[in-house]
């Protein structure tokens, strides 16, 4: 690199003008970036709006295939669908997890019959069926890990039956990707991808989304830590993430996001693997209440979004898809 000082060197220059500050763009944000997450309930003809996230909604499936069909649209390229179940149907051990008629499983066949082309990723994890709200099951107090791993293996070949692309584990078990991965390639699922969620952050910023899908009223004193890592930990992360792309993950999840952009930066340095940020539920409401009551422009939201570019994301979960999605097709017209 050639080293002038200034006068010489002015790197103002760089900046003075809309189109040589977007010739000299390092980074942008693409529809071929978003994943948007969506919340299914059952019912028909019903979108129930979503108290801790202001314009999110819970949607029966014929509304879900509408906003996938959207999607399409608007050219994203991946949905992923998390399930609010009924009180009535959760119990200790998370049974309906792996019932193929279940709701995840009856919102991806509704959405792959009218979307084909379209992504689908399903989060592997029973907190949205067990009555506690952890994502398994507890002996004796304490989350088991294999006896879960056992019932996840279950969970992902059922839902790769429904037509889901792209399953995602959440549940943060050890050996959870290895054993998955091997029962979808038993049940004859070989391209079926695993996205693992392969640094996953016992995170307050979660706090929305549990409310969401109704799960983690009641999940005890040390809440998801025994399972999800501790926001203290940098070299754990990349263990964690080395061992699942060992045990056969195709992408790996950093989570949450914008507070976590050292590790997503690490891991796509360290591994040069597809890796995706998921800016969170807590992110997504911050920002939108923000913007909403005039604390800051609405341009904070792509640049939260650009910032995961920057940080080495090949794509990112945000709630904010669509809204991205319409701007970014404005812009271009
Ligand atoms: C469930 C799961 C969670 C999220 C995605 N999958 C919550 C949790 O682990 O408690 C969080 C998503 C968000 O906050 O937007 N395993």
């Given amino acids: 690199m050639v080293q002038q000082t200034f ?22 944000v693409s529809v071929n970036d978003l994943i948007w997450p969506l919340f299914v309930i059952e019912g028909d003809n019903h979108q129930d709006p979503i108290a801790s996230m202001p314009g999110v909604y819970r949607h029966t499936i ?84 294999d006896e879960t791993v056992a019932i996840l293996q279950q969970q992902a070949v059922a839902q790769a039956r429904a037509g889901c692309d792209i399953i995602a584990p959440s549940d943060m078990m050890d050996g959870r990707i290895g054993a998955i991965r091997h029962a979808l390639d038993d049940a004859g699922f070989a391209d079926v991808l695993i996205l693992s969620y392969a640094a996953k952050y016992a995170s307050a910023f979660y706090g929305p989304f549990r409310d969401a899908v109704g799960a983690g009223k009641s999940l005890g004193g040390d809440g998801k830590k025994t399972y999800q890592m501790a926001p203290s930990n940098r070299q754990e992360a990349m263990r964690e993430i080395a061992m699942d792309i060992q045990e056969g993950a195709d992408m790996v999840m950093v989570k949450p996001g914008m507070p976590y952009l050292d590790i997503l930066r690490e891991a796509k340095t360290t591994f040069g693997m597809p890796t995706f940020a998921y800016q969170v539920s807590g992110e997504y409401s911050m920002l939108r209440h923000a913007v909403d009551n005039g604390l800051m422009s609405a341009e904070a939201i792509m640049e939260a979004l650009l910032c995961f570019k920057r940080a080495g994301a090949d794509g990112i979960l945000t709630y904010f898809a669509p809204d991205i999605a319409s701007h970014l097709a404005e812009e271009s017209k």
């Fill in 7 to 28: 006068p010489h060197t002015r790197l103002r220059r760089l900046r003075q003008s809309a189109s040589v500050r977007q010739l000299t763009a390092e980074t942008a």
């Fill in 62 to 145: 014929d509304k879900l295939v509408g906003e996938a069909q959207r999607a399409v649209s608007l050219g994203i390229n991946a949905i992923a669908i998390f399930p609010k179940i009924d009180a009535a149907l959760k119990d200790e051990v998370g049974s309906l997890a792996t019932d193929e008629t279940n709701l995840v499983c009856r919102a991806v066949r509704a959405v792959r019959a009218a979307c084909p082309g379209l992504s689908i990723i399903c989060d592997v994890a029973l907190d949205p069926f067990t009555s506690h709200g952890h994502d398994g099951v507890l002996q004796d107090g304490i989350i088991a890990n």
